[in-house]
């Protein structure tokens, strides 16, 4: 057993890999170890994350209460417009419904709520409860869609059926309810952006810079979308997939059904900004297109240079840290981080594939450790046995770096500020600097290997 492994779950032993000590072939795509207290979340968590920015549509969980509690306005997706999907409904299941069904109660919510606020679509998510009695939602939503006229879908998500991952797939084939379902031509010099859920209005800084560069927007799947421009998805030239776990099951569909090709991208950090959008231009290959996207990307890096020279001075020779879900984002910020002279000493993800370690073994310095659906455990001690200054990871993350006494940096899906694009590696670096640099840190002294004593 790789001594970077020591201590651990013996199930665990080929997700956990150090570069340049370890023999490297990781074991991911897998389920979580039972006992290991995986950070990952269930099948519904999936699933909302993708669908719940769709701003017009009504969401109505169909299982307990703490099911829905688990989605009110948590994420920072932000809409220009309706604001529906920030309420949280639910069915609220009891013993009652456990020992003679459900069905009656979700059918005269759906019709409630729908007659209330009048949404443009409804998604009605099947919980762990409803799977295991038996409830037909599907049957209950044709019958609702009949009678109000709107599409009502079903989203297969009951937790059992497996990890966020397959939530994910869920909310794809929800989508695929949706899209092409109007009489549309093909819009020329036209793309849809799919896996950025417009946090902290993200995906409107992103839209302006494919606008600027002559191109034109279908849908956002699903950052501040619209049920109508995702049935209108199908007319796109293009699909530019962020989030890869998440979205790259749909952009498959959409090729196979609709004839529409996808690259993916990230737009985190300078580096996979700039690519994402020469890539782009280079798919069109207009001229007009591919001078205005070089014009615009050399004038965001004139106007953030100084700043972020600026920002390195401060973080040089720092070391981070990094748990995140998708894979292309921890690829991003490695990149970004080093921007900023800070070395990544940990990178693991939720839901990285084979290829994604293959590319982050590739990316990372040497000693540096990489990990695949890891644990509080397992964390804690490679931030203190790599003396990690710095942690970037989600809400579930927050508290382990607090306690450990090091700074944190959220790039989660609840947070406030925008850190997409370049102007969000402004944010992304002033944050983290002043995390960093805190004064709190005097009061919060890092604790050392000694807990593990």
């Known amino acids: 057993m790789a001594q970077t492994n020591s201590g651990f779950l013996k199930a665990r032993t080929l997700q956990i890999f150090e570069k340049g000590i370890d023999s490297f072939e990781m074991k991911c795509d897998k389920a979580s170890a039972a006992g290991s207290v995986s950070q990952r979340a269930c099948t519904f968590c999936g699933a909302r994350v993708v669908l719940y920015p769709i701003a017009d549509a ?38 009652k419904e456990v020992i003679y069904g459900g069905e009656e109660k979700l059918k005269n919510a ?20 409803a799977g295991i009695i038996g409830d037909d939602v599907e049957a209950v939503c044709k019958a609702v869609a009949k009678k109000t006229g709107i599409p009502v879908i079903p989203v297969q998500s009951e937790g059992f059926k497996g990890t966020k991952k397959d939530g994910y797939r869920a909310a794809c084939d929800a989508l695929m309810h949706l899209v092409g379902t109007c009489d549309s031509d093909k819009v020329p010099l036209s793309i849809n952006i799919l896996g950025d859920f417009n946090i902290a209005g993200e995906i409107w800084a992103i839209k302006k810079y494919f606008e600027k560069m002559g191109l034109k ?55 996979d900004t700039a690519k994402a959008l020469y890539a782009t231009a280079d798919f069109f290959n207009v001229k007009s297109v591919l001078e205005n996207t070089s014009t615009l990307i050399t004038n965001e890096i004139k106007k953030i240079s100084p700043f972020l020279e600026d920002y390195r001075k401060i973080c040089q020779g720092k070391k981070a840290a990094l748990y995140v879900g998708g894979a292309f984002k921890a690829i991003s910020l490695i990149k970004a981080l080093r921007i900023l002279g800070i070395q990544t000493i940990l990178a693991g993800t939720q839901t990285g594939g084979k290829e994604d370690y293959e590319a982050l073994k590739a990316l990372c310095d040497d000693g540096t450790i990489l990990v695949d659906d890891s644990n509080p455990i397992e964390l804690s001690k490679f931030i203190i046995d790599k003396k990690a200054d710095l942690f970037i990871g989600g809400v579930k993350e927050r508290p382990l770096a607090y306690k450990l006494g090091i700074a944190f940096c959220d790039h989660n899906h609840e947070r406030k500020t925008g850190l997409a694009g370049f102007e969000g590696m402004i944010n992304f670096a002033r944050e983290v600097s002043l995390s960093m640099n805190s004064p709190v840190w005097k009061f919060a002294p890092r604790k050392g290997a000694d807990l593990y004593d």
Request: charge should be positive; aromatic fraction near 10%; charged fraction near 15%.
């Open 217 to 271: 927007v279908i849908a956002t799947l699903t950052g501040d979308s619209r049920v109508e421009q995702i049935k209108r998805a199908h007319t796109a030239q293009l699909n530019i997939v962020q989030c890869a776990g998440s979205m790259q099951y749909l952009a498959k569909e959409m090729k196979v059904k609709f004839g529409i090709p996808y690259i993916n991208v990230s737009f985190f950090g300078i580096d």
């Open 58 to 95: 009504l969401h109505l969980v169909h299982g307990a209460i703490g099911c829905a509690a688990y989605t009110w306005d948590i994420r920072g997706s932000l809409s220009s417009g309706p604001q529906l999907h920030r309420s949280s409904f639910c069915t609220d299941l009891r013993e």
């Open 110 to 129: 759906l019709f409630t709520l729908i007659g209330k606020y009048s949404p443009k679509a409804a998604f009605v998510y099947s919980t762990c409860i």
